[in-house]
């Protein structure tokens, strides 16, 4: 079992930046693969970016690319979603979830999956 628990989500103004957090506890980090989704209310989750195990590949839904960073540090068991430049659009519960198979884009592939910190971005 791995346990994940996101953090930093909260009320911002468009144009503004957080950055999400999500520690695990259980198995070992660093074997899996780590991503983040997001659901916004009526809508079904989606992919927003995703890790290799090592940290050396990462992949990004095209609505967020060059604006979210996706980034790990194995040594606190620690995923992070640097978010620039957010919009009224980015605004949804953000969840992470472990993965020990591969790099996918689909929410169905996950294992583990965290409760999911709310972002709201107001205009």
């Known amino acids: 079992q791995v346990q994940l628990v996101e953090s930093g989500g909260g009320l911002v103004q468009a144009g503004d930046s957080l950055r999400l957090s999500c520690t695990a506890s259980?198995?070992?980090?660093?074997?899996?693969?780590m991503g983040w989704f997001r659901q916004a209310p009526g809508k079904e989750r989606e992919f927003v970016a995703v890790i290799h195990w090592s940290g050396g590949r990462t992949y990004y839904a095209d609505s967020v690319k060059g604006r979210f960073t996706i980034s790990r540090d194995n040594a606190k068991s620690t995923v992070y979603l640097q978010m620039n430049s957010l919009t009224p659009g980015d605004t949804a519960v953000y969840y992470c979830?472990?993965?020990?198979?591969?790099?996918?884009?689909?929410?169905?592939?996950?294992?583990?999956w965290g409760p999911g910190t709310q972002v709201t971005v107001s205009s």
């Open positions: 259980g198995r070992t980090f660093s074997n899996y693969n």
């Open positions: 979830a472990a993965d020990h198979r591969s790099t996918s884009y689909r929410n169905l592939d996950y294992d583990y």
